[in-house]
């Protein structure tokens, strides 16, 4: 009799809570050049959502490289000479220089001038002849951006040099997002913000989110391995989404800021997990252009972060701290060290 | 408290586990067995929802930029042609499950899975980073 009741009154509690924990989900079509999608879980998470959505839309009008009246807009039209901007920006700007500065260039948030050569995805694609390479070059280098914390001034050094943080501003909208979860007490949900993944808490029952890592490969919507993550960012740089194929060999839209030219490493996708998106959103690019070797070397010092490594060979290399982390859901790809 | 009133409260508590537990199945039962349907909105109004059972037909849309034609059945929907530059949408491919979206950005439309099973029931992954 004891053992009913009990299985009766759980069977009554959890029938309630699982009412309460209707998924509420939304999508934002355009802002940050993406789609974002928030999914909540309580009875306030309707309007938790919109909030995050403005947020997201603020942040975008005001850090998009490509819209005229954007901060960033104003940053690269007054090169030359300081441009005051709003105490966020100037934070991001900051901390994109840093990671720069630890990277050695490898992420740069100066490289617009040879994206802009290269005009991929403007359906003019083309290969930029080594002169327009090398003027496309003379025109970018983070050292040549100087800050003044006193005025929030934001100098690139010469006319024709260009900011863009294209490459962290989704990070930094994801961790927005998580801001405003927090504040408004929200328990757990998930953000994707164009593929930006932040599982914020935990599943009903407390167990970890379970998040896949995209197949690197154009045209495959599917995922290759999996990981079990709580209150973590997972981003993933690849070349297999924006990329143009010219004499069997594709461009895509990484650039190594040493050469100009598209990174050629071997690798197809590198994913980084961190508790911060915008480092997370930062070191995919960093990592992806440093190739395998050298990114786990560097994720191994620094700590605060790991990484998926994908090879054109279908290897899955980990940095030290995902080893055992990460699940093979795909055949046709493999945990280098297993036969 | 005697026998019988332990009875009548064991009773009680049954039948509200039972309730309880309909009510658990039921609110799992409605998310996999509405049918899958294929919602296709510009600029943020919808402009054709289609069952995506059955075999595969065009629907052809205006964006804000020009004409896209969406692939819609087979249990999959996808751009098959687009008129933007970038041919993102195009590259992204077929998306299968409730939740999963592709959009083409510079026509500001979207095709998103509303209905039928999630990516969770089918693959077990809460998000898919990329």
Same mark, same amino acid.
């Given at each position: 009799?004891?053992?009913?009741?009990?299985?009766?009154?759980?069977?009554?509690?959890?029938?309630?809570?699982?009412?309460?924990?209707?998924?509420?989900?939304?999508?934002?079509?355009?802002?940050?050049?993406?789609?974002?999608?928030?999914?909540?879980?309580?009875?306030?998470?309707?309007?938790?959502?919109?909030?995050?959505?403005?947020?997201?839309?603020?942040?975008?009008?005001?850090?998009?490289?490509?819209?005229?009246?954007?901060?960033?807009?104003?940053?690269?039209?007054?090169?030359?000479?300081?441009?005051?901007?709003?105490?966020?920006?100037?934070?991001?700007?900051?901390?994109?220089?840093?990671?720069?500065?630890?990277?050695?260039?490898?992420?740069?948030?100066?490289?617009?001038?040879?994206?802009?050569?290269?005009?991929?995805?403007?359906?003019?694609?083309?290969?930029?002849?080594?002169?327009?390479?090398?003027?496309?070059?003379?025109?970018?280098?983070?050292?040549?951006?100087?800050?003044?914390?006193?005025?929030?001034?934001?100098?690139?050094?010469?006319?024709?040099?260009?900011?863009?943080?294209?490459?962290?501003?989704?990070?930094?909208?994801?961790?927005?997002?998580?801001?405003?979860?927090?504040?408004?007490?929200?328990?757990?949900?998930?953000?994707?913000?164009?593929?930006?993944?932040?599982?914020?808490?935990?599943?009903?029952?407390?167990?970890?989110?379970?998040?896949?890592?995209?197949?690197?490969?154009?045209?495959?919507?599917?995922?290759?391995?999996?990981?079990?993550?709580?209150?973590?960012?997972?981003?993933?740089?690849?070349?297999?989404?924006?990329?143009?194929?010219?004499?069997?060999?594709?461009?895509?839209?990484?650039?190594?800021?040493?050469?100009?030219?598209?990174?050629?490493?071997?690798?197809?996708?590198?994913?980084?997990?961190?508790?911060?998106?915008?480092?997370?959103?930062?070191?995919?690019?960093?990592?992806?252009?440093?190739?395998?070797?050298?990114?786990?070397?560097?994720?191994?010092?620094?700590?605060?972060?790991?990484?998926?490594?994908?090879?054109?060979?279908?290897?899955?290399?980990?940095?030290?701290?995902?080893?055992?982390?990460?699940?093979?859901?795909?055949?046709?790809?493999?945990?280098?060290?297993?036969? | 408290?005697?026998?019988?009133?332990?009875?009548?409260?064991?009773?009680?508590?049954?039948?509200?586990?039972?309730?309880?537990?309909?009510?658990?199945?039921?609110?799992?039962?409605?998310?996999? #067995?509405?049918?899958?349907?294929?919602? @296709?909105?510009?600029? $943020?109004?919808? !402009?054709?929802? %289609? =069952?995506?059972?059955?075999?595969?037909?065009?629907?052809?849309?205006?964006?804000?930029?020009?004409?896209?034609?969406?692939?819609?059945?087979?249990?999959?929907?996808?751009?098959?042609?687009?008129?933007?530059?970038?041919? #993102?949408?195009?590259?992204?491919?077929? @998306?299968?499950?409730? $939740?999963?979206? !592709?959009?083409? %950005? =510079?026509?500001?439309?979207?095709?998103?899975?509303?209905?039928?099973?999630?990516?969770?029931?089918?693959?077990?992954?809460?998000?898919?980073?990329?």
């Amino acid at each position: 009799m004891k053992k009913l009741v009990l299985l009766s009154t759980c069977l009554l509690l959890l029938g309630g809570c699982l009412q309460q924990e209707e998924a509420v989900t939304d999508q934002l079509v355009g802002p940050l050049d993406t789609v974002s999608a928030v999914t909540l879980y309580g009875s306030d998470s309707r309007r938790i959502i919109d909030e995050v959505f403005a947020a997201v839309s603020d942040i975008d009008m005001r850090m998009s490289a490509i819209s005229q009246d954007s901060e960033l807009a104003r940053i690269s039209a007054g090169a030359g000479g300081p441009v005051a901007v709003s105490s966020d920006v100037f934070a991001l700007v900051e901390e994109a220089l840093a990671i720069s500065a630890e990277t050695n260039g490898a992420f740069d948030p100066t490289i617009r001038p040879v994206a802009t050569l290269w005009d991929l995805g403007s359906g003019n694609e083309r290969i930029p002849s080594d002169n327009e390479i090398a003027e496309a070059m003379s025109k970018i280098g983070y050292a040549r951006v100087t800050l003044d914390k006193t005025t929030r001034g934001v100098s690139l050094d010469s006319l024709g040099m260009a900011l863009d943080l294209g490459g962290i501003a989704k990070g930094y909208a994801c961790d927005t997002a998580v801001a405003i979860l927090k504040k408004n007490g929200a328990r757990r949900g998930i953000i994707d913000l164009g593929g930006n993944i932040y599982a914020y808490g935990t599943k009903l029952g407390g167990k970890p989110w379970v998040v896949g890592v995209r197949t690197p490969i154009p045209g495959e919507n599917g995922y290759f391995c999996t990981l079990n993550v709580s209150d973590k960012a997972v981003v993933t740089s690849g070349a297999y989404e924006r990329f143009f194929e010219k004499d069997g060999r594709r461009y895509h839209h990484i650039f190594d800021p040493s050469t100009g030219r598209p990174a050629d490493n071997g690798l197809l996708s590198v994913t980084i997990v961190a508790s911060s998106a915008t480092v997370a959103d930062a070191l995919s690019t960093a990592c992806f252009v440093m190739g395998a070797e050298r990114g786990r070397a560097f994720l191994a010092e620094r700590r605060d972060a790991e990484g998926i490594f994908v090879t054109e060979g279908m290897d899955v290399l980990l940095s030290p701290g995902l080893l055992g982390q990460v699940e093979i859901a795909d055949g046709r790809f493999r945990l280098a060290g297993e036969k | 408290m005697n026998r019988r009133d332990i009875l009548i409260i064991a009773t009680f508590l049954l039948f509200a586990g039972v309730w309880g537990a309909v009510k658990l199945v039921a609110g799992f039962g409605d998310a996999r #067995d509405a049918e899958a349907v294929a919602e @296709i909105s510009v600029a $943020g109004k919808i !402009v054709d929802i %289609l =069952p995506m059972s059955g075999e595969e037909r065009d629907v052809s849309i205006v964006g804000a930029l020009g004409p896209l034609t969406v692939r819609v059945g087979s249990g999959t929907a996808y751009v098959a042609a687009s008129s933007c530059p970038s041919q #993102d949408c195009v590259r992204a491919g077929k @998306i299968t499950s409730r $939740g999963q979206c !592709v959009a083409c %950005l =510079p026509n500001r439309a979207l095709i998103r899975v509303k209905g039928g099973a999630t990516a969770n029931a089918n693959s077990e992954v809460d998000a898919i980073a990329e």
